[in-house]
C-alpha cells in the first residue's frame, strides 16, 4: 500500500490557479487550517472556494486567493460573522454563488454519485433561484408533477479537509461529535488531501485496544491522495477531543480585518514562514 | 400538571411572588407558546431566548420536543444523551418535515420574508450578514418561526433587500405545500399570519407596551385596535425560569426590561 504522507506545502503545489477547492468542516470547527495557510504562503490565485464557511474563507479572500465563493454562510460562530469575508463582499473582491446549506450538499452529492444533478425542495421561492440564473427547476415525471430545483453537480478539482487521526495510505478517523461533510467534499473532488493531528500506525486507528469504533473511521484510502501530518493544523478552529477553539486568537484574527496595515501586520506575524513558525509565533502571542 | 416538575425546595418559594415578571420572561413563554401543537419533533431554536422557550415548553406544554446541545448530541430533559444528530442528519430533518426551527432576522417582511444574507445589492452589499444558512429550504419544509430580540422598523420592514426565508406571498404564488411560517416573536410583541392572504398580523402586544409605539417602530401598517395582551408566565412556568433553565438571569442581558 502506498505511502502518501506529503507536506502542506507540497499539497499547495500540486493545486493551480483558477481551481475550484472544498474545504471540510463547518463554521469555525475542524477546518484544514494548516492546508488554507500553505496556500496563502503559494502564489496560487483566482481559486474557487466551496465551503460551509469560516476562517478557511476569510483567511483566504484576506490573501486575495480567492476569485469565488460558492457558500451557504459564513461565520466564526462565537463572532457572527467573518470581517475578512464581509469586506471582501462589501468592496466587491469577490464572486458569491450564495445556497442554501442544504443545496450545497445535495451538489456535492451529485457531483460524488457522478450525476449532473439532483432534485431538492430547498430554494424554492427564495432569492437563491433570483440570484443565480443558471440555476434550473425540474418537473417530477411521475402524476404529482411538483416542480423542483434541479440542483446541478459541484464537482471540485480538489478536497483539503482535517481529522483527528489518519495512518500514511489515508484511512482517517473522526473522534468530536460531528463528521460534518468531509466525506462527501472528498467524494466530489478529483484530488483528495487530508491533514490530521497525528499520522498512526493502521492498527492504532480502530484495532483492538483502540480508542475509537470502527464508525469513527470517516474517510477510507480510496478517497484520499495525500496526508499531511499537522498537529493543531486546525487552529484556531476548533477540533475536539485535542482541543476545543481558541477563542481569543480568532478574536486576534478578526480585528486584523480593521485596516489593510493591520491585516499586514497579521500576515507578517502569522503567515510568512510555514506551520511550526506559525505554531511558535502563535504560543509567543498568547503569552 | 406542571406545578409536579417545580423542584419542591422551598427556597424560591418567596421571591417568586415578590419579584417582578419581567419582560424577558414574557419573551420566554411567548417562544414557548410556539412549540405549543407541535408533538414529537425537533425544535431548533437560534439563540438564547428561543432556547430557554424551547426548554420551557418540554418541561410544561411540550414534553415530547427533542432538543439538541447545539452541536451533534440530542439530550434529554435532565441533561442525558438521547440521540445522536450531527448536521447531515439535521439536513435530512429539514427534508422529513419533523421539525420547527425558531431563526433570528435581520429583515422580515409583511408576508414573513425573512433575510440573514446581505443588506443592499447583492453583488456589492452595502453589509454582508451571514448567508442563506438554512433559511430557503427550512421555510419551504416545515415550521419556521423568528425571533427579533429588538424591534424596530430597520428589522420589521415592508419588504426584505434579500429573500432567505420565504414569506407567504411567494410560497403561494409556488404552491409550496409544507411552507409554514408560524410566528415573529419580537421584545415588545408577537405577530402571526392567520390572515386570508397570509400576510402578517399584530397578534399582542407585551405587557406595558404600548400599541401605538409598536406601530410606530414597524415598517408596515399594524392593526391598533382591540390587540391582545401577550400572557405572562405562570407562577409554575417562573419557578422553572428563575431555578432551573435561567438562574443567572441571562436573560435580563438580552432582553432588559424598560
Known amino acids: 500500500m502506498r505511502d502518501k504522507r506529503m507536506t502542506a506545502a507540497e499539497v499547495a503545489a500540486e493545486l493551480a490557479?483558477?481551481?475550484?477547492?472544498?474545504?471540510?468542516?463547518?463554521?469555525?470547527r475542524?477546518?484544514?487550517?494548516?492546508?488554507?495557510?500553505a496556500i496563502v504562503a503559494s502564489p496560487l490565485r483566482d481559486l474557487t472556494v466551496v465551503s460551509y464557511g469560516g476562517p478557511d474563507v476569510g483567511l483566504l479572500c484576506a490573501a486575495g486567493k480567492v476569485r469565488r465563493?460558492?457558500?451557504?454562510?459564513?461565520?466564526?460562530?462565537?463572532?457572527?460573522?467573518?470581517?475578512?469575508?464581509?469586506?471582501?463582499?462589501?468592496?466587491?473582491?469577490?464572486?458569491v454563488r450564495e445556497l442554501d446549506e442544504g443545496m450545497l450538499q445535495c451538489g456535492l452529492r451529485a457531483a460524488a454519485h457522478r450525476l449532473p444533478f439532483l432534485p431538492i425542495r430547498a430554494g424554492l421561492g427564495s432569492d437563491v433561484l433570483?440570484?443565480?440564473?443558471?440555476?434550473?427547476t425540474v418537473r417530477s415525471p411521475y402524476d404529482d408533477g411538483e416542480e423542483l430545483i434541479a440542483m446541478p453537480a459541484l464537482p471540485l478539482d480538489a478536497a483539503l479537509v482535517h481529522l483527528n487521526r489518519a495512518d500514511r495510505h489515508g484511512n482517517a478517523q473522526y473522534l468530536g461529535p460531528d463528521p460534518y461533510f468531509d466525506d462527501l467534499f472528498c467524494l466530489a473532488a478529483g484530488r483528495r488531501y487530508v491533514s490530521c493531528e497525528q499520522v498512526v500506525p493502521t492498527a492504532e486507528l480502530a484495532g483492538p485496544g483502540a480508542a475509537a469504533a470502527p464508525q469513527s473511521l470517516l474517510l477510507n484510502r480510496m478517497m484520499v491522495d495525500g496526508v499531511v501530518e499537522a498537529p493543531g493544523g486546525a487552529h484556531p478552529t476548533s477540533c475536539v477531543p485535542d482541543y476545543g477553539r481558541d477563542e481569543a486568537f480568532q478574536r486576534h484574527y478578526a480585528e486584523a480585518a480593521r485596516d489593510p496595515v493591520t491585516w499586514t501586520g497579521f500576515a507578517g506575524r502569522f503567515l510568512a514562514d510555514g506551520e511550526p513558525a506559525y505554531r511558535a509565533a502563535v504560543q509567543e502571542w498568547a503569552a | 400538571m406542571t406545578g409536579q416538575l417545580v423542584s419542591g425546595d422551598g427556597r424560591s418559594g418567596d421571591h417568586r411572588h415578590s419579584r417582578p415578571v419581567s419582560r424577558a420572561d414574557v419573551c420566554v413563554a411567548a417562544c414557548?407558546?410556539?412549540?405549543?401543537?407541535?408533538?414529537?419533533?425537533?425544535?431548533?431554536?437560534?439563540?438564547?431566548?428561543?432556547?430557554?422557550?424551547?426548554?420551557?415548553?418540554r418541561l410544561t406544554s411540550a414534553p415530547d420536543l427533542l432538543l439538541s446541545d447545539g452541536e451533534a448530541t440530542l439530550l434529554g430533559p435532565d441533561g442525558a444523551p438521547e440521540g445522536w444528530l450531527p448536521f447531515r442528519q439535521v439536513f435530512d430533518v429539514v427534508a422529513y418535515g419533523r421539525r420547527h426551527v425558531v431563526?433570528?432576522?435581520?429583515?422580515?417582511?409583511?408576508?414573513?420574508?425573512?433575510?440573514?444574507?446581505?443588506?443592499?445589492p447583492h453583488d456589492r452589499p452595502v453589509r454582508q450578514l451571514l448567508g442563506m444558512r438554512?433559511?430557503?429550504?427550512n421555510t419551504v419544509n416545515h415550521r419556521t418561526s423568528y425571533w427579533v430580540p429588538r424591534h424596530s422598523a430597520?428589522?420589521?420592514v415592508d419588504a426584505v433587500d434579500v429573500v432567505s426565508g420565504v414569506g407567504y406571498d411567494r410560497a403561494r404564488a409556488g404552491g409550496l405545500r409544507f411552507h409554514d411560517v408560524h410566528r415573529v416573536v419580537t421584545n415588545l410583541a408577537v405577530f402571526d399570519f392567520e390572515t386570508p392572504d397570509g400576510a402578517i398580523r399584530l397578534r399582542s402586544v407585551h405587557p406595558g407596551v404600548d400599541v401605538a409605539e409598536v406601530a410606530a417602530q414597524t415598517g408596515f401598517a399594524v392593526r391598533t385596535d382591540d390587540v391582545p395582551v401577550t400572557r405572562t408566565p405562570s407562577a409554575a412556568e417562573l419557578e422553572l425560569l428563575r431555578t432551573v433553565l435561567d438562574p443567572d438571569g441571562r436573560r435580563e442581558k438580552e432582553v432588559p426590561t424598560p
Open chain 1, 17 to 28: 490557479d483558477g481551481m475550484t477547492i472544498g474545504i471540510g468542516g463547518w463554521g469555525s
Open chain 2, 134 to 137: 438554512g433559511a430557503p429550504g
Open chain 2, 32 to 57: 414557548a407558546d410556539l412549540f405549543a401543537d407541535d408533538g414529537e419533533i425537533l425544535a431548533s431554536p437560534m439563540g438564547l431566548i428561543p432556547s430557554l422557550g424551547a426548554r420551557l415548553a
Open chain 1, 69 to 95: 465563493v460558492v457558500f451557504g454562510f459564513v461565520t466564526l460562530d462565537t463572532i457572527p460573522y467573518d470581517p475578512h469575508f464581509s469586506r471582501a463582499r462589501q468592496t466587491g473582491a469577490v464572486q
Open chain 2, 103 to 120: 431563526m433570528g432576522a435581520n429583515q422580515v417582511d409583511r408576508y414573513g420574508n425573512q433575510n440573514i444574507s446581505c443588506i443592499g
Open chain 2, 154 to 156: 430597520r428589522v420589521l
Open chain 1, 30 to 37: 475542524r477546518k484544514p487550517m494548516a492546508l488554507v495557510r
Open chain 1, 130 to 136: 433570483a440570484l443565480d440564473p443558471s440555476l434550473r
